[in-house]
Structure formats: structure tokens, C-alpha cells
């Protein structure tokens, strides 16, 4: 066998090669890829998504530390027989926005909108750093199990919202009477 011949081999092997890894690079997207212009984290389903739903906008661009925080405070929960979903997670500017328009349409003011629903700029939601959760039984399990996993109720005038406010097994602040309350 010439030279040649044994190159021309060797390339053609090591061609398929890097075809085959090429192929193994289509895994699922990492959490903490940022998300396309088409995608606004819009959960359609009113009883939420499971926290393990990564294929979801919602789930998929939350703050890694957060979402791990709610899944093992999910697994808990489910073994003590409460479900929890997530009703809403990460949002993009554009959904943010237009549930604060919605908000000013119902409260009738900006300011009054404010105390629930927050600016595209100043909302955790956009930056992937918190979540809400449902149903009433989980918020309420989570209310009192969630500083295990450094998860904490931020407002007090929203029971279901839930930010990573203390280490996993600290102590969590106690919540702001609502989103307008001074930092
Ligand atoms: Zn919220």
C-alpha cells in the first residue's frame, strides 16, 4: 500500500470522526443561554409548568442558582404530597412590559400598578431571579420550608413570589410589604 494511499485513508477516517462529534453537539441548550428575539417565557398553562419543564423559556434562562434552589424544594414538597408548579419565571422586556401596561389599565396608575407589577427594568422576573409559584398549598409549604433552600417570599402582598433571598439553610428577611417598599 503506498504512502499516499494510507494518508488518504486516514483522513477519510479521521473526517467521519469529526462528523460523528459534530452530530453530538445537538444536545439540549444549557440554562444559561440567552434567549432568542421569538421567546417571552408566556406560560399558557394556568396551573404552571413542572420546574423540570427545561424545554420552556421560563425554566430554561432562570438564574441556574435559583432554579436548582426550587427543584430540590420541589422534590421535597412532592414527597411530603404537595405538587408545585411554576407560574411564572423568567420574562422577556417585551412581556414585562406588557403586563405592567395591563396592570396600569386595572390600578389605574403607574404607581399603584407598581405594588404588583414592576418595570421591564426593575423586575427579577427579566433577570431570571425569581419565580412564582402555585398552587395556594405549595406557596404556602414554601413559605415555611423555602430558606432550606435559601428561597424566600420577598412581598408580603404576594404570596406566591419567590427569590433566592438567604443562603440554603439561612434565614429569610422578612418581605417587603410589596414592590413599591423602599430597598
Ligand atoms: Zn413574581
Not at 430554561?60 to 412532592?78: E, M, N, P, Q
Not at 398549598?137 to 402582598?157: H, K, P, S
Request: glycine fraction near 6%.
Amino acid at each position: 500500500m503506498s504512502a499516499h494511499r494510507i494518508t488518504a485513508m486516514i483522513t477519510s477516517a479521521l473526517l467521519a470522526t469529526s462528523l460523528t462529534l459534530a452530530a453530538c453537539t445537538d444536545a439540549p441548550a444549557p440554562l444559561d443561554a440567552r434567549p432568542s428575539p421569538k421567546e417571552d417565557g408566556r406560560i399558557s398553562d394556568a396551573r404552571g409548568i413542572s420546574p423540570f419543564d427545561t424545554r420552556h423559556p421560563a425554566i430554561r434562562h432562570l438564574d441556574a442558582d435559583l432554579l436548582r434552589g426550587v427543584r430540590k424544594a420541589a422534590d421535597k414538597a412532592r414527597r411530603q404530597g404537595v405538587e408545585m408548579f411554576v407560574t411564572s419565571g423568567w420574562r422577556s422586556v417585551e412581556y414585562q412590559r406588557s403586563l405592567q401596561e395591563r396592570a396600569v389599565a386595572r390600578y389605574g396608575s403607574r404607581e399603584q400598578a407598581e405594588r404588583f407589577v414592576l418595570s421591564p427594568e426593575k423586575s427579577a422576573h427579566v433577570r431570571g431571579e425569581a419565580v412564582d409559584i402555585g398552587p395556594t398549598d405549595a406557596d404556602d409549604w414554601l413559605i415555611r420550608n423555602g430558606a432550606e433552600f435559601g428561597l424566600c417570599q420577598t412581598y408580603a402582598n404576594e404570596m406566591w413570589h419567590f427569590e433566592l433571598a438567604t443562603r440554603p439553610g439561612g434565614e429569610c428577611p422578612p418581605p417587603k410589604s410589596d414592590a413599591t417598599a423602599a430597598h
